[in-house]
């Protein structure tokens, strides 16, 4: 696998199933859907997070900030709630099959993602 350009991450890069590996939850509420999800699809600008007990579909994008570096966020609408997911990383193998995703909350939640 190899690191992607945050200048070169695309939607097409991100689309796919995506399972959480492993997740840190700092000052986010607990129990909020990114704080409880298991796994996430998406799909062209569909989204579907697996967050027991129930799944919630929604919508995202990629954003990039105004900044020099245009960083790149996932936007979330996740009914009512909206949140924005800064893409810390993102590896994959050149077919796409497989991949690692991080990516941080303003709110403080930390989910690193592993693709199936």
């Known amino acids: 696998m190899r690191n992607i350009d945050f200048h070169d991450i695309d939607e097409g890069m991100l689309r796919g199933d995506w399972v959480v590996h492993s997740r840190v939850v700092n000052r986010a509420d607990p129990d909020s859907a990114l704080a409880r999800a ?12 697996n967050a027991p007990p129930d799944p919630i579909v ?38 796409r099959r497989q991949g690692h995703l991080d990516l941080y909350t303003a709110d403080g939640i930390e989910l690193a993602l592993v693709r199936r």
């Open 38 to 49: 298991q796994a996430l699809t998406l799909g062209d600008g569909t989204l579907l997070l």
């Open 58 to 95: 929604g919508r995202w994008s990629v954003a990039r900030d105004d900044g020099l570096a245009r960083r790149p966020y996932l936007e979330l609408e996740l009914g009512p709630d909206l949140s924005r997911a800064l893409i810390t990383r993102l590896r994959q193998s050149d077919d």
